[in-house]
């Protein structure tokens, strides 16, 4: 069992950065991939960043390449998200997910 908290989530004004965390407890994190997905009102939830086990790999979704960069503290058993260059198509609620488990989700709404 894998326990994940988000937080760093908010309201932001287009333009704006958010840095978003997601700390894990439970099973063995640190030798995992994590994955960061968001959830729009009304679409699917979708990948937008994936980070390896080491940090030393990552990919981000085509829509975020350049302005979001995923990060890793296996000594803090955290993944972080760096949003930079928020837009409004940005706002969702977004999840970790490692080894099939999720989190509650941290929303991020952007306004224009």
């Known amino acids: 069992q894998v326990q994940l908290v988000e937080s760093g989530g908010g309201l932001v004004q287009a333009g704006g950065s958010l840095r978003l965390s997601c700390a894990a407890s439970?099973?063995?994190?640190?030798?995992?991939?994590v994955g960061w997905y968001r959830q729009a009102p009304g679409k699917e939830r979708v990948l937008v960043a994936v980070i390896d086990w080491s940090g030393a790999w990552t990919n981000y979704a085509d829509s975020v390449k350049g302005r979001f960069t995923v990060s890793r503290d296996n000594a803090k058993n955290t993944v972080y998200l760096q949003m930079n260059a928020l837009k409004p198509e940005d706002t969702a609620i977004y999840y970790c997910n490692t080894q099939g488990f999720w989190g509650q989700g941290t929303q991020v709404t952007v306004s224009s």
């Open positions: 439970g099973r063995t994190f640190s030798s995992q991939p």
